[in-house]
């Protein structure tokens, strides 16, 4: 319940403070003497959208500050602990500046907050409800909401989003996979035709540059031992070096013997050319030997190079490139393998996500006609009591295609009224006229705040319309509904005032400051309340009458 309410530079309001009581709280004033105002003030302290005009002609800024006391089972600590607001259990302070530019800033227990943050907090205390504002009950959007806070099947309804959203997550990933699968088909058969050649050609690093030398060594070879055998032709001919050498190392030897010790050195000399000629004949021997190859090597070797680099320049890679060419299709068709695979597994995965989500839609429907049936039959219940014994209240529950089901389930809500029997059933704010309006509306609040989490209930002018009786049933509920959350009420109706716990009068006064004209709010006591009333039943001119009437009213 909102504790107290302090209204700095809004509009007309200079300073204001307000202490407030649980119960039923009434407050009452002339027309045009700022109730609007004092709406507007509370709006901002929960979230409503801010306008400079709002900001007080001649001021720099205007500020709203609301305390209220919360239960300490409320939901709201954990919005508080999510966003990591500090705060002390019983009570939260909401606070909202203006400044005369349109900007604002929003304070919760004293920190900054965003308005977002804000509004999400006031709007799960504090509810204003106007006769002609759209919100909830007139919102055709917001039905499906009230009916499933008066249910209390959040836990499936939390199944049911979680349901959907692992549902939606999982048809994406399997639509992405399909696709790529898709682009990935398109190639396969290309993917498989050139791995089958390069599995064939069985290119390795290096390969290319190794079968180039061996090509060249294998062609200049071919030269070379020609030319060497012709050497070595000459070398062991009859007039050849190493035929020469011996024969003349041979005649050296016997002449040696005419001269002893005189062609020693000549003879030794001989021997060792001799011997070194024989070397040099028997490597180049071995060399030719080496030069020697089969035709077939060199024209098998040529081959596999060719082979090589037409591949590449298919490819348009170097020769080395074919090896990871072939490594990439291999992880292709790898890939092509496990996509499918994982197509598969989605599709099974979807199906049974589908079959969840759709057994808890069903859960949560079955749910949902249940408490709508309970919602009907408590708020016909409450509509004798504010005079519309012919009036019917229904709840509408359509059910969506299968496509359209999503995060809230698979159906729309919409609350219809009938003003006669017989008469069509329609939309709350197309049926009724405004007093009626305003006591569906009223009766749907008592059956409501049942299980509301909602601490307080704000009514502008809920009984506008009414009169006599009906303004009197409607103080009766009014003041029921007070037992179950604080009520504040702005009314014209001496019968609705008569059945507040606590009474503030509205009004216009020149300011103390200035020559200004500002909005005062004064708490009445049982005096002031009683001139109050007769003034709301007489007029202009309170009358002894009206003052009778006004100790009837207040059971005087």
């Known amino acids: ?79 508080l602990d999510e966003h990591g607001i500090d705060y002390e259990l019983g009570q939260i302070i909401l606070r909202r500046v203006i400044a ?96 089958e050649e390069l599995n064939e050609l069985s290119p390795a690093l290096g390969e290319e540059e190794e079968l180039a030398k061996e090509r060249t060594r294998m062609m200049r070879g071919e030269s070379l031992s020609e030319g060497l055998g012709e050497l070595l032709d000459k070398l062991l001919s009859d007039k050849g070096v190493d035929t020469t050498l011996r024969a003349t190392l041979r005649k050296i030897e016997r002449m040696s013997g005419q001269a002893p010790g005189l062609l020693d050195v000549v003879s030794e000399s001989l021997d060792r050319a001799a011997n070194e000629t024989s070397e040099a004949i028997a490597t180049l021997e071995n060399v030719i030997r080496d030069l020697e190859f089969n035709p077939y090597d060199l024209e098998n070797t040529e081959e596999r190079l060719f082979a090589l680099r037409a591949a590449a320049r298919k490819h348009s890679c170097l020769p080395d490139g074919l090896v990871a060419l072939k490594d990439e299709f291999e992880k292709k068709l790898e890939t092509l393998k496990f996509s499918d695979e994982e197509v598969a597994r989605l599709t099974g995965e979807v199906a049974t996500a589908r079959t969840q989500f759709e057994s808890n839609v069903e859960k949560l429907t079955n749910a949902r006609i249940k408490t709508a049936s309970e919602i009907d039959e408590q ?39 009938s003003t006669n029997p017989g008469a069509p059933f329609g939309g709350l704010i197309k049926i009724a006229s405004g007093g009626e309006l305003s006591r569906f ?113 207040l059971g005087c």
């Open 1 to 79: 319940m909102i504790v107290s309410l302090a209204i700095k530079d809004i509009v007309l309001i200079d300073r204001l403070q307000m202490e407030f009581e649980d119960g039923l709280c009434v407050l009452s004033g002339e027309t045009g003497a700022g109730k609007s105002i004092l709406l507007s003030g509370i709006g901002l302290a929960i979230g409503a959208r801010s306008e400079r005009e709002l900001v007080r002609h001649g001021c720099d800024q205007g500020s709203v500050t609301a305390e209220i006391a919360v239960a300490d089972v409320h939901a709201i600590w954990s919005i």
């Open 100 to 195: 005369k530019d349109g900007r604002s800033r929003a304070f919760i227990n004293d920190q900054p907050v965003s308005a977002t943050l804000l509004r999400q907090v006031g709007e799960s205390l504090i509810e204003i409800h106007g006769q002609h504002d759209e919100r909830g009950l007139l919102n055709p959007a917001g039905h499906r909401n009230l009916l499933d806070e008066f249910g209390e099947y959040q836990n499936l309804l939390q199944t049911v989003t979680q349901n959907y959203e692992t549902l939606t997550s999982l048809q994406a990933a399997l639509s992405d996979e399909q696709e790529k699968l898709a682009l990935a088909k398109q190639d396969e058969e290309y993917i498989i035709h050139n791995l």
């Open 379 to 417: 708020v016909n219940k409450e509509l004798p009591a504010l005079k519309m014994e012919k009036a019917e209240f229904k709840t509408f529950i359509e059910p969506l295609d299968k496509e359209q089901w999503n995060a809230g389930g698979g159906e729309r809500v919409d609350f219809r009224v």
């Open 441 to 553: 509306i009223l009766a749907l609040k008592v059956v409501l705040a049942r299980r509301t989490s909602v601490s307080t209930l704000i009514f502008d002018e809920i009984d506008q319309g009414v009169g006599g009786a009906v303004a009197n049933a409607v103080g009766e509920r009014l003041a029921e509904l007070a037992k179950k959350a604080q009520i504040l009420v702005i009314t014209h109706s001496p019968q609705v005032a008569a059945r507040g716990a606590s009474h503030w009068l509205i009004n216009k006064n020149a300011s103390r400051e200035s020559d200004a004209v500002v909005t005062a709010v004064t708490p009445l006591g049982n005096e002031t309340r009683r001139e109050e009333i007769a003034r709301m039943l007489a007029g202009a001119e309170v009358t002894k009458e009206a003052r009778a009437a006004a100790d009837n009213l």
